[in-house]
Structure formats: C-alpha cells, structure tokens
C-alpha cells in the first residue's frame, strides 16, 4: 500500500522559511516522479511543484518560482519542499502526490494527508 | 498558462442520480487531464487519469471521457459516499492546472 507521510509545516513569519518533507513507503520510490500541491484555506488545489524520478527536472508554478526549491533523496524515499520568502498568500495545506510516470507531467495516483503551512506575524 | 473551468460549480443530487460535470480547457490538451474527488478536510484522491481510465480501486459507476478541450465526468448512480468537490487537472502543459472544483450536494 502507498503512503506518503508529510511533515515540517507549521507558523512562521512573513519573510520566512520551512523545509517540508514527505517520507514515502509501499513503492518503488526511484521510479515515480513526485509533486506538491496546495490548497489555501476555504479554496480549490494549486499545483505547485513537481520532480522527475531521478530528480534532473524540476517545475514550477509561477506564484512560487524563485522561492520554492523541491527535491528528492532516493536513498531515503522522501520528496522535499523548501519554501523561503514566505508569503501570507503561501498560507495552505500542503499535499505530497505520488505521479503515475517517472516524469512530471502525469497525473497523481496517490496522495498525502497533508501539512499545514501558516504565515503570519 | 491553460485555463481550466468546471461547471456547474455546485449541483444538488439525490442518491441514485445520474450526475455529469464538465471541464473545458483554454487550449487543446490532447487527452492529459485527471479528475480528483475531495470530501471536507481530506486529501484529494485520484479517481481518472488519462481522461477516461479509472485509477485502481475506482467504482465502475465513474466513467469520463473527453479529449482537446472538452471532457466530462459522470457517475451513473450516486451514492451517499460520492457527496464532495470534484476537479479536473490538466497534466498536457506546464504548469499544470487545476479546475475550480464542483461541489455535489446531497438534495
């Protein structure tokens, strides 16, 4: 059974930084590309990032390019998300997605719980 | 960036129903969209992929189909676990962009 278990969210001031982390099990983890999604509070999912399975290519939204940085350990099966320069607008719950491809352009087949992020002063 | 819009953006239902949601997309997407189903502070979870394949462990009674910039997503009989946001996300072009979601209440 796929997991994926984020974590790292929390309250932070404008201007800030997190790292967050998602911890994946029950998959071949090297072989599946990886991607965040947000979802602000009381709105629709934002996509907001994504990496190839060997982690050469990365995308991202505009609304975080220049501030977001994700990446992978494959020898540890988790997928990263450093956010810095945080907005209030960056406020959401954050979701880990597992990709159907190696690439990251596919669809999500499988998805974290969540992590809030919270930017406030 | 592609636009995607979802209508209705709410519908009420009752169980039984025959419930159909359209996504349309600024541009052609070829066949590269998934559909996702969300209840109330839950992560989403993938329902449709390739604009007509179901993920594993998908009921039958959800079929969807489509291509370019038109696609539909239907559930044939709707059951009391199928009351939640549903959205379409294209995969065709980065970045990848989502719907605004269709809420499907209980009547």
């Known amino acids: 059974e796929v997991q994926l278990l984020e974590s790292g969210g929390g309250l932070v001031q404008p201007g800030g930084s997190l790292r967050l982390s998602c911890a994946a099990s029950?998959?071949?983890?090297?072989?599946?590309?990886m991607s965040w999604v947000r979802q602000a509070p009381g709105k629709g999912l934002e996509w907001v990032s994504a990496?190839?399975?060997?982690?050469?290519?990365?995308h991202y939204a505009d609304s975080v390019k220049g501030r977001f940085i994700i990446s992978r350990d494959n020898s540890k099966n988790t997928v990263f998300l450093q956010v810095n320069t945080l907005r209030a607008e960056d406020t959401a719950v954050y979701y880990c997605?597992?990709?159907?491809?190696?690439?990251?352009?596919?669809?999500?087949?499988?998805w974290g719980q969540g992590t809030l992020v919270t930017v406030s002063s | 960036d592609i636009q995607m819009t979802q209508s209705p953006s709410s519908l009420a239902a009752s169980v039984g129903d025959r419930v159909t949601i359209t996504c349309r997309a600024s541009q052609g997407i070829s066949r590269w969209l998934g559909w996702y189903q969300q209840k109330p502070g839950k992560a989403p979870k993938s329902l449709i992929y390739a604009a007509s394949s179901l993920h594993t462990g998908v009921p039958s009674r959800f079929s969807a189909s489509g291509s370019g910039t038109d696609f539909t997503l239907t559930i044939s009989s709707l059951q009391p676990e199928d009351f939640a946001t549903y959205y379409c996300q294209q995969y065709n072009t980065y970045p990848l962009t989502f719907g605004p979601g269709t809420k499907v209440d209980i009547k």
């Open positions: 997605a597992k990709l159907k491809e190696n690439f990251g352009d596919s669809s999500a087949d499988s």
């Open positions: 990496i190839s399975a060997s982690g050469d290519r990365t």
């Open positions: 029950g998959f071949t983890f090297k072989t599946y590309a």
